[in-house]
């Protein structure tokens, strides 16, 4: 298969095995998702998904975020991890939208990356998820896959994301970042590997992550 015919069979794929796709983080508006998405960064969507609750049925919008303070937030957000920086961020970014943007998340690049707390990746979900405009978010899951398909050089995620948006069609990237990061966490994940239920890096792998596969399962295998 050449690189396109490559990229087909991967949309084709994950078509098939993801029809319809949820959106991991629980939401229910533009800013309770930015918030959920900044919680996210270095924890796990689940964990996130315990802490939301608790902290929207406290407050789920700009104008009561700031009524509490940094202690406040940080002391119920705290299981997901970098409470000290995300409760800051959070107080500091809902004082700004009400100050700057009328108490709304902007629908813009580069309005949600001056925010605190907000990085690219961060704004690409909120642009793709919240507003429907394409972005291609990419995390530890598509950075991963990305690389074990050949689509790019495993650099960093900076070149990893430009690939990707060079090579899938723009119509497909709302709905394609989130099917590989439910294929990654189910059927090709970093630990546990099972390459016999991965059949799309079973069909297109880049050689030497299969060639690198194989030869630690058999030095398992001679140890058991």
């Known amino acids: 298969m050449n690189k396109q015919e490559k990229v087909e069979f991967v949309i084709e794929k994950l078509n098939e095995i993801y029809p319809e796709i949820p959106i991991p983080l629980d939401h229910k508006d533009p800013y ?29 919008n700009p104008h009561d975020m700031i009524k ?10 705290k ?10 961020g959070i ?16 629908v813009s690049f580069e309005a949600l990356e001056a925010l605190p707390a907000v990085g690219h990746k961060t704004a690409s979900v909120v642009m793709s998820q919240a507003f429907n405009i394409p972005a291609f978010p990419v995390d530890t899951h598509i950075h991963r896959l990305m690389y074990r ?12 994301e430009r690939d990707a948006k060079r090579l899938f069609p723009e119509d497909h990237w709302n709905k394609l970042h989130l099917q590989i990061i439910w294929y990654g966490r189910q059927y090709s994940p970093a630990r546990g590997w099972d390459l016999e239920k991965d059949i799309i890096t079973k069909t ?18 001679k140890r058991a």
Do not use: C
Not at 206 to 220: C, E, S, W
């Open 91 to 106: 107080h500091g970014l809902s004082k700004i939208l009400i100050e700057k943007h009328n108490g709304q998340v902007p």
């Open 32 to 60: 309770t998702l930015l918030i959920a998405v900044l919680l996210s960064a270095q924890s796990t969507d689940v964990r996130v998904n315990k802490i939301t609750p608790l902290l929207f049925e406290v407050a789920d």
């Open 204 to 221: 297109i792998g880049r050689k030497t992550v299969l060639n690198d596969y194989f030869k630690k399962k058999n030095i398992a295998t």
């Open 68 to 77: 509490l303070s940094v202690e406040e937030i940080r002391e119920i957000i």
């Open 79 to 88: 299981p997901v991890g970098l409470s000290p920086m995300k409760s800051k």
């Open 149 to 160: 398909w050949g689509f790019t050089n495993g650099k960093n995620v900076v070149q990893t």
